[in-house]
């Protein structure tokens, strides 16, 4: 039997990223940690200066052990997505793009699971919520997200020859997690009715968001062609 080895890139495509690395000078590793290191300080503090803003931490009627449970689970979903999103893996090609879209559709699910859970432990802590209120955490979600998609995107900025759209969507839905676990840390509502649509709704928003920038930022040769 015959086994079948890793796919290969095609010779146009491999013709093509090497176009594109000739194109444009290629940054030390230093230069890029430094970089990265500058776009992810801007959004960190992009996304305190917001929260901070609108009062910081305020869940009247949770028990601190809920909201530190759901924060702390929250939390490591959205580095979790932000590892699988912005790293390249092994490969040349970066991670395959099937991930990549399974964390841009996995990543709001698994939030809304979460709370979920932690609400099974404490149905005291769940009370009614206005629908205004939904809006206004979708909203403010969606506001936080914009730095850390911006970073995200520009850190990873025509990296991608092969699915940049997936990489975007997955992009786009770890900056969301980022935004959401502040908001969680702000509102004291947890019906999963208001928790689906205030707060792991505008993740999967800005999933399909990072997808579209995608396209037009990550893919390479998408610059060039503008």
């Given at each position: 039997?015959?086994?079948?080895?890793?796919?290969?890139?095609?010779?146009?495509?491999?013709?093509?990223?090497?176009?594109?690395?000739?194109?444009?000078?290629?940054?030390?590793?230093?230069?890029?940690?430094?970089?990265?290191?500058?776009?992810?300080?801007?959004?960190?503090?992009?996304l305190v200066g917001i929260f901070l803003g609108i009062g910081g931490?305020?869940?009247?009627?949770?028990?601190?052990?809920?909201?530190?449970?759901?924060?702390?689970?929250?939390?490591?979903?959205?580095?979790?997505?932000?590892?699988?999103?912005?790293?390249?893996?092994?490969?040349?090609?970066?991670?395959?793009?099937?991930?990549?879209?399974?964390?841009?559709?996995?990543?709001?699910?698994?939030?809304?699971?979460?709370?979920?859970?932690?609400?099974?432990?404490?149905p005291d802590a769940i009370f009614p919520c206005p629908f205004a209120?939904?809006?206004?955490?979708?909203?403010?979600?969606?506001?936080?997200?914009?730095?850390?998609?911006?970073?995200?995107?520009?850190?990873?900025?025509?990296?991608?020859?092969?699915?940049?759209?997936?990489?975007?969507?997955?992009?786009?839905?770890?900056?969301?997690?980022?935004?959401?676990?502040?908001?969680?840390?702000?509102?004291?509502?947890?019906?999963?009715?208001?928790?689906?649509?205030?707060?792991?709704?505008?993740?999967?928003?800005?999933?399909?968001?990072?997808?579209?920038?995608?396209?037009?930022?990550?893919?390479?040769?998408?610059?060039?062609?503008?």
């Amino acid at each position: 039997m015959n086994r079948v080895g890793p796919r290969q890139p095609s010779d146009a495509l491999r013709a093509r990223v090497l176009s594109a690395a000739r194109a444009e000078p290629s940054p030390t590793r230093a230069e890029r940690a430094r970089q990265g290191a500058l776009l992810a300080l801007a959004a960190a503090a992009w996304l305190v200066g917001i929260f901070l803003g609108i009062g910081g931490v305020h869940a009247d009627g949770r028990p601190a052990a809920h909201l530190l449970g759901t924060a702390l689970g929250w939390g490591a979903g959205a580095l979790l997505a932000t590892w699988q999103a912005y790293g390249r893996g092994r490969s040349m090609l970066g991670r395959p793009g099937r991930r990549m879209l399974a964390v841009a559709v996995a990543t709001p699910v698994i939030l809304l699971g979460w709370v979920a859970a932690c609400n099974s432990q404490y149905p005291d802590a769940i009370f009614p919520c206005p629908f205004a209120h939904g809006c206004k955490c979708l909203a403010l979600t969606l506001l936080l997200a914009a730095a850390p998609l911006a970073a995200l995107l520009l850190a990873r900025r025509a990296s991608d020859p092969v699915h940049p759209r997936a990489t975007g969507a997955a992009l786009g839905a770890a900056a969301g997690a980022w935004a959401a676990v502040l908001i969680d840390l702000r509102c004291p509502y947890t019906t999963l009715e208001h928790v689906a649509f205030g707060h792991a709704l505008p993740v999967a928003v800005l999933g399909a968001l990072g997808a579209w920038l995608g396209g037009r930022a990550v893919g390479i040769g998408a610059a060039e062609a503008r």
